[in-house]
């Protein structure tokens, strides 16, 4: 399971690296290489993306996952999520459930096979880069609800409710993208085919507008 909210409040802490009109296009290519990987897992049988977005959805089904509808009320992403795991057991019946956050550009699929090596029988847990969040919470047993946590401080709160910390290397996985910072982790990673296109086109559209002003001229390159 993943959630996007809408594509319109999406990562405004990257606002001192990206304008406007470019996050939302970031956020999409991001999910996409997430998606990708995910779908790409031999492990995971099916991806659910739960959102009100109409871009996304369009997106997501291109990708092969489904789709549920962001339910309305109060909640955010742990009511997204527990939407989601519910779409996806009514759809498949007894099985077990992985939440993922959706700005992961330098997840593999043999990391997330990995993971789910190396994971017990247990409620598990991933945390991200610096130790303080959640980039993927794991729920093995068949009958229990998946009850995520995500949110400032996810990782203590989900361990403390039970979960057990997954330890390996994955760095792709544990890298998702908040501020510029997180960014420019993620690059020198190596991200997916789709952020890795968006950022070179951002780069060359954002060169090109800066040697117009300061020269005045056009070029045949922009």
């Not at 995520?148 to 401080?153: A, I, K, R, V, Y």
């Not at 951002?202 to 922009?222: D, F, N, P, W, Y």
Request: hydrophobic letters at 45%.
């Amino acid at each position: 399971m993943i959630a996007v909210k809408n594509l319109e409040l999406a990562k405004s802490r990257l606002a001192d690296r990206l304008p406007p009109q470019d996050r939302p296009r970031l956020v999409l290519a991001m999910l996409t290489d997430t998606v990708r990987a995910a779908v790409s897992t031999a492990q995971i049988a099916s991806v659910t993306v739960v959102t009100p977005d109409p871009v996304v959805t369009e997106l997501v089904r291109s990708l092969g996952a489904y789709v549920h509808p962001e339910p309305q009320g109060a909640g955010g992403l742990n009511a997204a999520l527990s939407a989601g795991a519910a779409s996806a057991r009514h759809r498949h019946g007894a099985v077990d459930l992985l939440a993922l956050q959706a700005d992961l550009p330098a997840l593999r699929a043999q990391e997330l096979s990995d993971m789910l090596t190396a994971a017990g029988p247990a409620r598990s847990v991933v945390t991200d880069h610096d130790g303080s969040g959640t980039v993927a919470l794991l729920v093995r047993d068949r009958t229990a609800t998946l009850d995520p946590l995500f949110g400032p401080d996810s990782a203590r709160r989900h361990i403390a409710a039970g979960a057990v910390e997954l330890l390996g290397d994955w760095p792709g996985l544990r890298q998702d993208v908040d501020t510029a910072e997180d960014l420019d982790r993620a690059t020198a990673l190596g991200v997916g085919e789709a952020t890795r296109t968006l950022l070179h086109e951002i780069g060359v559209s954002r060169a090109c507008r800066e040697a117009k002003q300061v020269h005045r001229t056009s070029s045949s390159l922009c």
